[in-house]
């Protein structure tokens, strides 16, 4: 059993479907007070936190979706206040490392394995956009002489806190706008509401395989923020 703490666009198929079968196992176990599995760690780290778990299944799901998959099995709405575990069973670094060892044969994930610092931050660059603008300029340059050029650890711990945060209106739009930009020139007219538009983007990119976004975080995990 394993809640993956990466976005779930680094997830090949197996593991994205497998990830939400039991996470939907594991709600149960949380939610209604099961023993099967009530000591594991993956259950014990979810204790208290279930709009968390909720979130995280949003987040499987806007990429099952992305890829075609269906999807009939809703959970409780989200709460407001979304409180994440402090603790994980792996840090993101080796995470990755796990998956590099599982996925080394297949080639259904949509966001490739990191390399590097650089390849990381270009995956979530508008997911950053839209949460934390300042954030987003200040690391720019830090990938060219700062601190996260070689610190790809630290990297990864720093964008998955900030991609737990939700994003304010206004930043979401500006990311949206900015995405947008890349099949601008597909002669359909931009959407004026948030929702609308990322559905649009999500639509063109997928149907012409347009590399820069299909490769991004914020072409799914967006999806749970828009309205």
Not at 19 to 30: A, D, K, Q
Not at 59 to 71: A, F, I, K, N, P
Not at 118 to 142: D, F, T
Not at 176 to 188: A, F, K, Q, R, T
Request: glycine residues 6%; aromatic residues 8%; contains cysteine.
């Amino acid at each position: 059993m394993r809640i993956w703490d990466l976005n779930p666009g680094y997830l090949d198929r197996k593991r994205l479907l497998g990830e939400h079968r039991e996470l939907h196992g594991l709600f149960n176990i949380v939610s209604l007070h099961k023993k099967g599995y009530s000591h594991h760690p993956e259950t014990l780290r979810w204790v208290n936190h279930l709009p968390a778990l909720c979130m995280r299944h949003g987040l499987l799901v806007s990429e099952m979706l992305l890829r075609g998959y269906r999807h009939h099995s809703p959970l409780p709405e989200i709460a407001e206040d979304i409180s994440w575990p402090a603790i994980r069973i792996d840090p993101p670094i080796r995470q990755f490392e796990l998956l590099a060892d599982k996925q080394q044969h297949e080639d259904s994930a949509r966001i490739p394995l990191p390399d590097n610092a650089q390849q990381l931050w270009a995956q979530h660059k508008y997911s950053v956009m839209a949460r934390e603008p300042a954030l987003y300029s200040r690391i720019g340059p830090e990938m060219a002489q700062g601190i996260y050029r070689t610190d790809i650890s630290g990297l990864a711990e720093l964008l998955i806190a900030t991609l737990r945060k939700r994003p304010s209106p206004g930043h979401l739009s500006n990311a949206l706008h900015h995405m947008w930009g890349y099949v601008s020139d597909s002669g359909i007219s931009k959407p004026d509401n948030s929702a609308e538009l990322l559905q649009t983007i999500r639509h063109l990119v997928t149907e012409r395989r347009e590399k820069y976004l299909l490769e991004s975080t914020a072409l799914s995990e967006l999806q749970a923020w828009v309205s």
